[in-house]
């Protein structure tokens, strides 16, 4: 039985809601934000105390909710450089087509992400980034856990780094040395991670194995969830089968702490009011998607992102044009959704 969540005020749902607009960036979140080629990107951390290395970084929103958003914006040829991280990341191509590369120098795998679809790199699998398109594009981030822990960069990397006056310390704070920063009498400055080390912990994905981590929102396997109705649709993009939902294990069927639904609405289709167990973001694709929260309304246009309450009674509709959502939920295995009414 899920707890009926006590009546939110208007402030709080509007707390919940970040819009595309709205979106605060940092340019200086890691230690390659000067490095040529990688110095044009923004950075934005939406849900969690995600992975950014700069004290200037802004967090939306800190309530946690067992896994982290963020975001990243870059115009075209833009790079992030190669890293691995602890727990599962996947990204989202809201906008843009990417080039997702493995390997320590990026020569290992490779895949193309089109705008729509998703990709899910390993933890401890280096990998990095590029806007490949014509236009900035925008790429959406889910990471696994609370603590998602820290980035661990590719050697070179660090030491490209030192050439633009950035230095990570072993505590994880970035100084800036062209700022006049320098490092505390206790601090010393990161150390690349050993080979020996790396050879144990990371993980290889060749061309082969990269193709089977992306998938898109056409590859999404729908089901017959609690909330369908007519015109509306819910789809398993990443996560294990789970009867509970009568969901079927999406194309990325590997635990990742939580999982990853589309969700598509035609005009006019609304979803039964419900109430869900775990914590559930909503990030809109494309169209108009209003969603209702106990007797209130939020509006999503394309690149907003809102974190539904917990326990709180919530139904979706569209009006005039049909929408597309990335739905993030809680739990490897999420209980059933419960009909309201």
Excluded at 69 to 78: M, S
Excluded at 146 to 161: H, Q
Excluded at 179 to 202: F, H, K, N, W, Y
Excluded at 206 to 220: F, G, H, I, N, W
């Amino acid at each position: 039985m899920i707890p009926a969540a006590r009546r939110p005020f208007r402030d709080d749902l509007r707390a919940r809601l970040i819009r595309n607009a709205d979106l605060v960036p940092c340019r200086t979140a890691f230690i390659d934000s000067r490095t040529p080629g990688s110095d044009r990107k923004e950075n934005f951390t939406l849900i969690g105390r995600g992975v950014s290395e700069s004290p200037e970084q802004h967090v939306h929103i800190t309530l946690p909710h067992g896994f982290n958003i963020g975001g990243a914006r870059q115009p075209p040829h833009c790079v992030n450089s190669q890293h691995y991280h602890e727990t599962a990341e996947a990204f989202f191509a809201h906008s843009g087509t990417w080039a997702v590369t493995t390997g320590e120098r990026g020569d290992e795998g490779r895949a193309e992400l089109p705008t729509g679809s998703l990709i899910s790199v390993p933890a401890h699998v280096f990998r990095g980034f590029e806007n490949i398109g014509e236009d900035v594009g925008f790429l959406y981030f889910m990471l696994g856990g609370d603590d998602p822990g820290r980035v661990t960069w590719a050697p070179d990397v660090l030491e490209k780094a030192r050439d633009h006056g950035l230095i990570l310390m072993e505590t994880g704070r970035l100084i800036d040395t062209l700022a006049g920063q320098s490092m505390a009498r206790d601090e010393r400055p990161q150390a690349p991670t050993p080979r020996d080390e790396l050879d144990r912990i990371v993980v290889h994905l060749d061309d082969t194995a990269m193709r089977q981590v992306v998938v898109s929102l056409e590859e999404a396997r729908a089901f017959d969830s609690a909330v369908s109705a007519p015109g509306v649709v819910e789809a398993a993009m990443i996560g294990p089968a789970n009867p509970a939902e009568r969901a079927p294990a999406g194309k990325l069927d590997w635990r990742h702490g939580f999982v990853a639904r589309s969700l598509s609405l035609e005009p006019r289709a609304a979803s039964p009011r419900h109430r869900r167990a775990e914590p559930e973001v909503i990030f809109l694709h494309e169209g108009a998607l209003f969603i209702e929260v106990e007797g209130e309304s939020i509006e999503l246009a394309p690149g907003d992102t809102f974190s539904v309450p917990t326990g709180a009674v919530r139904r979706f509709r569209a009006e005039g044009r049909r929408a597309v959502a990335l739905v993030t939920r809680g739990s490897d295995h999420p209980a059933k959704a419960e009909l309201d009414g």
